[in-house]
């Protein structure tokens, strides 16, 4: 009689188990398919008025038209970005926190910095690759220069006299000008600035003399004239600004530097939210809005796979890896 109850026992609680792991499933399956369910954050780790903000933004706007709930930035500056990743990397992995990546956070701070409580290629997932943006040197009009040679010779006639600003440590224009110091032999002091804004504001004002940055965030000063170009970075000339040389043509064959952004969620994100972030990217950077305004700054438009953007990353990472190596960049 006793066996007779444990096993009714037993087969009711195995029941039970089952029943409760069914729920789960299909809870977790109905959560994933009616993706989103509630707003979207998505965490730029710089100051708005640079580079990723407007790329974070721009196509953060258009997402926010497409889907059911808002996508909400949230600018989240300092270390480098080094905290943002942290916080991302600890927020639940359900599509609903995202962040902007870029070659300071994924390609450089793995090698730069010795313990970030997180590693880039395990706890987060690219999903898709937003834009590349060309990296532009300029310096203040002031300056008695016309072009990347004249820089060259007056740093070296001028040891100890220029500054350039950055939008901090390993922001894509501090990596630029490291490059760009390691490929020319020159000395030109960094100065971190908390984003490109604030840089911008000194530079401006004439306060330090040299910066690098996207086509996004300086077109508009060089085109007025309160920002003299020098060179860009890209392979190629840029449509926007035809007859400013190329670092390659000034006599520096080979350099390049391009900045890129996409996005990245936390590991463990189901497949099916990743892939809808990635397709309902694709579209927001094909409306004319945004492919508009891309377009006009000289930025290639990106949307491709998840495994685009993680051989990109891994590219960049061996890049990278070399160029702090050789050039002993350390946070400052």
Same mark, same amino acid.
């Given at each position: 009689?006793?066996?007779?109850?444990?096993?009714?026992?037993?087969?009711?609680?195995?029941?039970g188990?089952?029943?409760?792991?069914?729920?789960?499933?299909?809870?977790?399956?109905?959560?994933?398919?009616?993706?989103?369910?509630?707003?979207?954050?998505? #965490?730029v780790?710089? /100051?708005?008025? &640079?580079?990723?903000d407007?790329?974070?933004?721009?196509?953060?706007?258009?997402?926010s038209?497409?889907?059911?709930?808002?996508? *909400?930035?949230?600018?989240?500056?300092g !270390? !480098?970005?080094?905290?943002a990743?942290?916080? /991302?990397?600890?927020?639940?992995?359900? !599509?609903?926190?995202?962040?902007?990546?870029?070659?300071?956070?994924?390609?450089?701070?793995?090698? *730069?910095?010795?313990?970030?409580?997180?590693?880039?290629?395990?706890?987060?997932?690219?999903?898709?690759?937003?834009?590349?943006?060309?990296?532009?040197?300029? @310096?203040?009009?002031?300056?008695?220069v016309?072009?990347?040679?004249?820089?060259?010779?007056?740093?070296?006639?001028?040891? =100890?006299?220029?500054?350039? &600003?950055?939008?901090?440590?390993?922001?894509? &224009?501090?990596?630029?000008?490291?490059?760009?110091?390691?490929?020319? =032999?020159?000395?030109?002091?960094?100065?971190?600035?908390? =984003?490109?804004g604030?840089?911008?504001?000194?530079?401006?004002?004439?306060?330090?003399q040299?910066f690098?940055?996207?086509t996004?965030?300086?077109?508009?000063? *060089?085109?007025? !004239?309160?920002?003299?170009?020098?060179?860009?970075?890209?392979p190629?000339? #840029?449509?926007?600004?035809?007859?400013?040389?190329?670092?390659?043509e000034?006599?520096?064959?080979?350099?390049?530097?391009?900045?890129?952004?996409?996005?990245?969620?936390?590991?463990g994100?189901?497949?099916?939210?990743?892939?809808?972030?990635? +397709?309902?990217?694709?579209?927001?950077?094909?409306?004319?809005a945004?492919?508009?305004r891309?377009?006009?700054e000289?930025? @290639?438009?990106?949307? &491709?796979?998840?495994? +685009?953007?993680?051989?990109?990353i891994?590219?960049?990472?061996?890049?990278?890896k070399?160029?702090?190596?050789?050039?002993n960049?350390?946070?400052?």
């Amino acid at each position: 009689m006793d066996n007779k109850i444990d096993q009714e026992r037993r087969r009711l609680m195995l029941h039970g188990c089952l029943a409760m792991s069914l729920a789960g499933y299909f809870n977790l399956s109905f959560a994933q398919s009616t993706w989103p369910q509630k707003p979207i954050r998505f #965490i730029v780790p710089f /100051v708005p008025g &640079g580079t990723s903000d407007i790329v974070a933004r721009t196509v953060g706007q258009e997402l926010s038209k497409q889907l059911p709930y808002p996508v *909400i930035l949230e600018n989240k500056a300092g !270390g !480098g970005g080094v905290p943002a990743m942290q916080e /991302v990397a600890k927020s639940a992995p359900d !599509g609903y926190t995202m962040i902007l990546g870029h070659v300071g956070s994924m390609a450089v701070n793995p090698y *730069i910095f010795t313990n970030t409580g997180y590693d880039v290629n395990k706890d987060f997932v690219p999903v898709t690759l937003l834009a590349k943006v060309p990296s532009l040197f300029v @310096v203040h009009p002031d300056l008695p220069v016309e072009n990347l040679k004249e820089l060259v010779a007056y740093a070296k006639n001028n040891p =100890g006299k220029l500054n350039y &600003g950055s939008a901090g440590n390993a922001s894509a &224009g501090h990596l630029a000008m490291e490059y760009l110091k390691l490929t020319t =032999g020159i000395e030109i002091t960094h100065i971190p600035y908390k =984003g490109t804004g604030p840089a911008l504001t000194d530079l401006l004002a004439g306060r330090i003399q040299v910066f690098s940055a996207g086509t996004p965030a300086l077109l508009q000063y *060089i085109r007025s !004239g309160k920002l003299r170009a020098i060179a860009t970075g890209t392979p190629q000339r #840029i449509s926007s600004l035809p007859n400013l040389p190329t670092v390659a043509e000034s006599g520096y064959k080979g350099f390049e530097s391009v900045q890129w952004y996409g996005i990245l969620v936390p590991a463990g994100t189901p497949e099916s939210v990743i892939k809808r972030i990635q +397709e309902e990217s694709y579209k927001a950077l094909r409306t004319p809005a945004v492919a508009e305004r891309f377009a006009s700054e000289d930025a @290639v438009i990106g949307g &491709g796979s998840p495994a +685009e953007f993680a051989a990109l990353i891994a590219q960049q990472q061996r890049v990278w890896k070399d160029v702090v190596t050789r050039a002993n960049i350390r946070v400052d």
